[in-house]
């Protein structure tokens, strides 16, 4: 079946550098983006960026541009997010997910479908 | 950057009821709207995509409707499992997903 494992919880502190995994499994990994999401503790779901597995192209959210990088890796079918200058407003649980795209008629709809089991990343002097 | 805004933010109902959720996007998205169910401690999980195709698995008392700016996800018969938080997304112009509303017992 389609999976996405992410690698486990992280405590950094404000300054340092953070860098997620996400592997997948169950599919064609070059077919598929993949988008990062963050959830703040009691917050709702921010998206952070997608990266083409086929190309590695990229975009990222405004609000976060200079400070992430997202990479792949085809050889592991592994998706990475790094994120750097972290500040405790970081402190979230940081998801992947296959972003599906399906086009027909001359237009195109993309989907987050499955995601990852999430890694919590605590900032924390 | 399009603002997605649903309401309500948190409801109450019994198993049984039949639930409706609003989401309003900032300009018009077309029918660029997914639909999504989360759990405490667990992953959002794709519940309806393109604003009214269900998901493969997902029960068939989930649909969901709309286009342009206007939208809705609407549960036929509350079933225990289905109290969690529900978010909408908008998949025209990259992400972005609304501030979630929070679906609880009565």
């Known amino acids: 079946q389609v999976q996405l494992v992410q690698s486990g919880a992280e405590v950094k502190k404000p300054g340092a550098s953070v860098k997620v995994s996400c592997k997948a499994s169950g599919y064609t990994f070059t077919s598929y983006g993949i988008s990062w999401v963050r959830q703040a503790p009691g917050q709702g779901l921010e998206w952070m960026g997608w990266i083409s597995a086929y190309n590695g192209n990229t975009n990222y959210a405004q609000k976060l541009q200079g400070r992430v990088t997202m990479t792949t890796d085809t050889s592991t079918s592994t998706a990475y997010m790094e994120l750097r200058s972290l500040r405790s407003d970081d402190t979230a649980v940081y998801y992947c997910?296959?972003?599906?795209?399906?086009?027909?008629?001359?237009?195109?709809?993309?989907?987050?479908?499955?995601w990852g089991q999430g890694t919590l990343v605590t900032v924390s002097s | 950057d399009i603002q997605m805004t649903q309401s309500p933010s948190s409801l109450s109902a019994s198993v049984g009821d039949r639930v409706t959720i609003t989401c309003r996007a900032s300009?018009?998205?077309?029918?660029?709207l997914n639909w999504y169910q989360q759990k405490p401690g667990k992953a959002p999980k794709l519940l309806i995509y393109a604003a009214s195709s269900l998901q493969s698995g997902v029960p068939s008392r989930f649909s969901g409707s709309g286009s342009g700016t206007d939208f809705t996800l609407t549960i036929s018969s509350l079933q225990p499992e289905d109290f969690a938080t529900y978010y909408c997304?908008?998949?025209?112009?990259?992400?972005?997903f609304g501030q979630g509303t929070k679906l609880e017992i009565k």
């Open positions: 997304q908008q998949s025209y112009t990259m992400y972005t």
């Open positions: 300009q018009s998205i077309s029918s660029y």
């Open positions: 997910a296959r972003d599906e795209r399906y086009c027909s008629g001359g237009s195109c709809q993309n989907w987050f479908d499955p």
